[in-house]
């Protein structure tokens, strides 16, 4: 049998490598195995803290460098940090302003600390349940420009998420990386902190060509390292652009189509053949 031509799986989390509940299925994790078993490298990348993805070291046997921060740190299994690339501190306040001027609520990720201005603001209990762990609350954010990795702008109002990202793109150009990671959720990092160059960093780190990289992704800010795969593949919970810029397009997070995507795309001869919706 001749061996897959892919040697490295990078994937998101939320969206695609869990449920919409933050589960990690039976047959996600024996997936992961699967690759494994195969000699094919297995990574995630993900807009959570480092402490919201040790959950998954365990079970999914981790080996690979973790790029949290949609790769503002990269760190280790045992949560050493690797490598850190944090937003330009004088631009820290402007970013939050812009959000502001949005209706959006802003979240600072420094360090270890996940900060908040309400702790029942929008989206903060779900988000404390999924990364495990609780934020802080501040009292200004002109007092946490230093060492940030991410801020985020929150808001259930999706188009004015899309507008501030578009806003963000366009007052600070290439000196920050903005991009959704979920609808209600715009991330804002150091411009090499994007899922693109983890997919680069990796290849680099295990001297891989791009045709031996698989990605898979459902948001906007997974298109970035669709950019730099030979095999791309767009969660079947993602919105239409995003599947576009995809290879292939799978199932639904609900309906395994994490899984489903390795043993289909991945782990069989049809990962060299074209794409399917």
């Known amino acids: 049998m001749t061996p897959p031509p892919i040697r490295l799986m990078l994937a998101d989390v939320d ?5 919409q509940e933050k589960v990690l299925t039976d047959r996600a994790i024996a997936a992961v195995h699967s690759l494994h078993d195969a000699g094919i490298r297995f990574a995630i990348t993900s807009g959570r803290p480092p402490r919201g993805m040790a959950m998954l070291v365990g079970p999914l046997d981790l080996q690979t460098p973790i790029a949290a921060f949609n790769g503002g740190l990269l760190v280790d299994r045992d949560m050493n940090v690797i490598e850190q690339r944090v937003v330009p501190e004088e631009l820290v306040v402007p970013i939050a302003d812009l959000m502001t001027s949005f209706g959006l609520s802003v979240w600072i990720y420094q360090g270890a600390d996940w900060y908040v201005p309400d702790l029942k603001g929008p989206h903060v209990d779900r988000e404390a349940w999924t990364v495990k762990f609780q934020p802080k609350v501040m009292t200004s954010v ?4 230093d060492n940030v990795a991410k801020i985020v702008g929150v ?3 999706h188009e004015a998420v899309s507008k ?20 209600y959720y ?3 990092t150091h411009p090499q902190a994007n899922k693109g160059e983890v997919a680069k960093y990796l ?10 990289i698989a990605t898979i992704g459902d948001m906007p800010n997974d298109v970035l390292m669709f950019a730099h795969s030979g095999l791309s593949i767009a969660m079947g919970n993602a919105d239409p652009q995003v599947q576009r810029a ?4 799978t199932d639904s997070n609900e309906n395994e189509g994490f899984a489903k995507a390795v043993e289909r795309f ?6 060299t053949t074209t794409k399917v919706t």
């Open 164 to 183: 501030a990202a578009a806003a963000a793109h366009d007052r600070f150009g290439d000196h920050v990386s903005a991009a959704a990671s979920q609808p």
């Open 266 to 271: 991945v782990l069989s001869s049809e990962a």
């Open 142 to 145: 002109k007092d946490l420009t």
């Open 155 to 157: 808001s259930d109002d």
């Open 15 to 19: 969206g695609t490598l869990v449920t």
């Open 186 to 188: 715009l991330d804002v």
């Open 246 to 249: 995809a290879r292939r397009v």
């Open 203 to 212: 290849a680099q780190k295990y001297q891989l060509s791009t045709d031996e």
